[in-house]
């Protein structure tokens, strides 16, 4: 029972299996039918069965690294636009350390209104609107780089398996892609060429990210420019 | 009055009874919705946007434990012979309400605390059986919007014209037939989740009506789903 089945497209509704599996995302159960709840590819995998979905917003989980914006804050915490349908909160503590004093710091002078934060979900539940923490190597503010917007859903299919099509995206562009699970992406590259080669294949991912062999597709659209980069920088 | 039906079964706009009017619908054709669609019902036409889930205004309405359906069915001025205002009226509120209530078994907002889901429909143009329509392209544009969902709802109507029970009544049959049953169905699940019957009918041509409309349902399904699988999955299985 260890093989892996075909992947399949599903709509909410759809029977994936009958029979005793595991539930993960994006699925229900019915009786001994397991049905999705989303519109996007079914996998089973060692008893397992979860749908990736193609749609849909950006739900946080804990631990995931995400951008957000600064849009406002009050005398105690940051409120941060992360792209999704809660508010991500960042307590001032967590930045000015645990003797932080209201009166003594001023939070505009750390993050103002507008900037962009790389930071991490530390905790988030039902009852309560994710919690952020910037305490971590390579989080905080982001000072430069090119930001893109795509579809949340999507980012699985941009880090690809094992992070194969991120790899293979700053390989070639010598690019530093870094990747907000809530669909926020900061590009930087010293090279200008290499800069629009990264942003044209996150877009390309964001458009065909549904379609068989895109790995290979961005490879090719990618490769033939790598040749053309080493040389300009041979010159 | 008009003849419904001719000698031979054959009914005023050409059908047989146990068929529906031509139906296609196109996701995903507004920019700035989360989830939209567009439907073309025999002579209807109407638009559903979806928007959420996001945050509640006004924030009284937020539940803690779930996340809220909200629904707008309106019918612009241009979508009827007359001039209709376009303040809510009666009628319209009362089919936004029913279709949020066909709509809600449907979608898992369990996982979406403190948040709304919109759905607005504008008819922009009317025929007969126009709260199946909006409720056929509503539930599409859900699922193109990401909602979690257990079924696709699926709805379409039946009814009694001269005498015999038939399938998707249109404008002149809903005013001059004698019973209009508009049906929402769960196909994978075989739930109803609307059933409405204005008019009368006896318990053997009630049974009757409901099969008629249930298997309307199934045909709307597929068009919805190939509707979904046009926009989602273009080339071929994965």
Known sequence: MMEIVKRKYVIPGDVIITGPYRLEQNVYQDGDRIISTSIGISEIYENAVRVIPLSGMYIPKTNDLIIGKVIGHSSLSWEFDINSCFIGFLPAQDVFGRDYSPTKDELKARLDKGDLVAARVANFDRSRDPLLTIQDRDLGKIESGELIKIAPSKIPRLIGKRGSMIQTIEMATKAIVTIGQNGLIIVSCEDPVGLLKAIEAVKMVDAQAHTPNLTERVKSMLGVELGENNDTINE | ?238
């Open chain 2, 1 to 238: 009055m008009t003849q419904l039906m001719n000698e031979n079964g054959i009914r005023c706009d050409g059908r047989r009874i146990d068929q529906i009017r031509n139906v296609s619908i196109k996701v995903g054709v507004l920019k700035n919705a989360d989830g939209s669609a567009y439907i073309e019902f025999g002579k209807n036409k109407i638009l559903a946007g979806v928007f959420g889930p996001r945050d509640v205004h006004p924030k009284h309405m937020a539940d803690q434990d779930s996340g809220i359906l909200r629904c707008r069915y309106h019918m612009s001025p241009f979508s009827v012979t007359e001039r209709k205002n376009p303040a809510p009226s009666r009628r319209e509120i009362e089919i936004s309400k029913v279709i949020k209530e066909a709509l809600q078994p449907a979608v898992i907002l369990k996982d979406f605390p403190r948040t709304v889901v919109d759905v607005f429909i504008e008819v922009l143009q009317a025929d007969g059986g126009s709260r199946c329509a909006a409720l056929d392209a509503a539930s599409v544009a859900l699922v193109d919007a990401g909602i979690p969902m257990r079924d696709i709802v699926s709805a379409c109507a039946a009814g009694k014209v001269a005498d015999k029970i038939v399938l998707d009544v249109n404008d002149e049959e809903d005013k001059e037939g004698q019973a209009d049953m508009p049906v929402a169905y769960m196909p994978n699940l075989g739930k109803i989740t609307l059933m409405q019957l204005d008019g009368i009918l006896t318990p053997d041509e009630y049974k009757k009506c409901l099969e008629t409309a249930i298997g309307g349902c199934k045909q709307v399904y597929e068009i919805q789903k190939k509707a979904l699988m046009e926009k989602y999955f273009k080339n071929g299985e994965a």
